[in-house]
T-cell receptor
Framework: NAGVTQTPKFRVLKTGQSMTLLCAQD?????MYWYRQDPGMGLRLIHY???????AKGEVPDGYNVSRLKKQNFLLGLESAAPSQTSVYFC?????????????FGPGTRLTVL | GQNIDQPTEMTATEGAIVQINCTYQ??????LFWYQQHAGEAPTFLSYNVLDGLEEKGRFSSFLSRSKGYSYLLLKELQMKDSASYLC??????????WGAGTKLIIKP
């Protein structure tokens, strides 16, 4: 089992460019999450999904969009990247259960926006 | 507002014991998690507490006091590989995880 994988691992964008981050999990988890992690701050939830075809906003959703067309995949899109979106992005998944279950994280995507 | 406080950095000696504290003020409480994160890597689950008291798991133990809004992670017999950041997270009334900024633990020989 690969667990949670993320593509790409690193990316440099120019302001205004767009990109999509891909997250895949092979644990048959219903719940998936996108977080960003910035120095000196806790992980912040961008968007999440409680099942195929459903998505919801987290704490910091502005500037991002997501899609969950297949249960195993959760895509995060940046339509027009800004320097404030320079961060490390983590995808996570968990079994259903109201959030009580541990989250399994992918290795992260390090994004720099110039 | 919601707030999770942890010390930014701690230093301890190999073989010793260290306690990492976490205090929280959140809208509701449905449990508290501890995760470990090595530099440049993903967080990994360590423990979950929802009732008051101490949960022991090998060299690691986690304590919770809901009335005080307080938890700690206790690491015994420290090893160099325990050098990492330790993240405290609270599951709030909306079943969302609210994360602390993490405590960077440095182990010295």
């Amino acid at each position: 089992n690969a667990g949670v994988t993320q593509t790409p691992k690193f990316r440099v964008l120019k302001t205004g460019q767009s990109m999509t981050l891909l997250c895949a999990q092979d644990m048959n988890h219903e719940y998936m999450y996108w977080y960003r992690q910035d120095p000196g701050m806790g992980l912040r939830l961008i968007h999440y999904s409680v099942g195929e075809g459903t998505t919801a906003k987290g704490e910091v959703p502005d500037g991002y969009n997501v899609s969950r067309l297949k249960k195993q995949n959760f895509l995060l899109g940046l339509e027009s990247a800004a320097p404030s979106q320079t961060s490390v992005y983590f995808c996570a998944s968990s079994a259903p259960g109201g959030g009580y279950n541990e989250q399994f994280f992918g290795p992260g995507t390090r994004l720099t926006v110039l | 507002g919601q707030n999770i406080d942890q010390p930014t950095e701690m230093t301890a000696t190999e073989g010793a014991i260290v306690q990492i504290n976490c205090t929280y003020q959140t809208s509701g409480f449905n449990g508290l998690f501890w995760y470990q994160q090595h530099a440049g890597e993903a967080p990994t689950f360590l423990s979950y507490n929802v009732l008051d008291g101490l949960e022991e798991k090998g060299r690691f133990s986690s304590f919770l006091s809901r009335s005080k809004g307080y938890s700690y992670l206790l690491l015994k017999e420290l090893q160099m590989k325990d050098s990492a950041s330790y993240l405290c997270a609270v599951l709030d009334s909306n079943y969302q995880l609210i994360w602390g900024a993490g405590t960077k633990l440095i182990i010295k020989p």
